[in-house]
C-alpha cells in the first residue's frame, strides 16, 4: 500500500440511528407507506447494488461505462487544470477512474457516501493507483448539506461528478433543488457530469429493475433486514415481495415491496399494520427525455453545455455550468 492510501482519513457525519429511525417510523406512517431509498446502502446493500450493475438486464451500467470510456478526455479537458473533483455517490469508483486518468493537476478528488466501508475501500484503492490526487473522503448522506475539504492552495474551481442515474430516484421539486445545492457548493463557474437515464420501451425498463437472478429482489429486501438489526423491527422479510413497474404519466420506475399477507410489524414500542397487497413505496427512478432535464437544470443554476449518449441512446452523461 503507498503512502498516500495509509493515510486516508474519513470525515464521518453520516446520519444517527435516531434519524434512521425518525425517518423509516415518518414513511411507514403516510396512507401510501414510504422508505427512504438512502437506506439501501448499508455494507451489504453497497455490495448487492454493485451485483446488479453485473446483471444482463440493466442496462444503465454498460451504457454508462460505454459514454465514460469513449469521453472521459473530453470531460477532463472540460474540467481544466487544478479543479477540485467532488463525487456525490462514489460507490466502488469503476467509472471516476476514468475521469481521474484524465485531469491536468488536480487539486483533489472528494468522494462522497454513506456507505462507510465501502467509502474507505474505495478512497484508498483510488489513492493508491493515484498517487499525485490528494484523496478527501467524506461519510455523509450527500442529500443534506455538508462542508466541502478544501485542499491547499485553492482549487481553480470545483466540479461535481455525480454518476449513474441516481437524480432519477428524486422526484422532481428535490431534483431540483439538489441541482440547485450542487450549483450553490461548486459556486459560479463551477461544473458537475452528470448521469441522466433516458425514457425507453417500458418492457426494457422492467426488466432492468425486475432481474431474473432477483438480485434486485434482495437489495429492496435487505432494506427491512437493515431496519430489525438497527432498529429492532420485527419484519419478516418472507412476507414481501419485490415490485418494480413503470408509470408512463409519471415517466418513472416504481419499487416497491408488498405485503403477501395482512401482518403487524413492531417497530420503537408501536404496531404497524400491512393489509395483504399493501405495498411499501422504496424507490422511484425517473426517465427523462433531453429537453425536460435541461429545463429542471437552468431552473436549478446550470447551463447544459454537452450531452453524450451510448451508442443506443438509452443513456446520457451530460456536463453542466453554473451560471
Known sequence: MSVAAAKIEVH???????EFLGEVMEGLSRPQKTLPCKYFYDDRGAALFEEICTVEEYYLTDADLEVMEARAAEMGALIGPNALLVEYGSGSGRKTRYLLEHLEAPAGYVPVDISREQLEETARTLAGDFPHIRVLPVCTDYTTPFALPRPKPAPARSVAFFPGSTIGNFEAPAAEQFLRHIAQTCGSGGGLIIGVDLRKDPQVLEAAYNDARGVTAAFNLNLLERINRELGADFDPGGFAHQAIFNDEMSRIEMHLRSLRDQHVR???????FAAGESIC?????KYDLPRFAAMAGRAGFEVEQVWTDSAGRFSVQYLVAR
Open 12 to 18: 464521518d457525519v453520516a446520519p444517527e440511528r435516531e
Open 267 to 273: 417497530l420503537a414500542g408501536k404496531s404497524i399494520h
Open 282 to 286: 422504496t424507490e422511484y427512478s425517473y
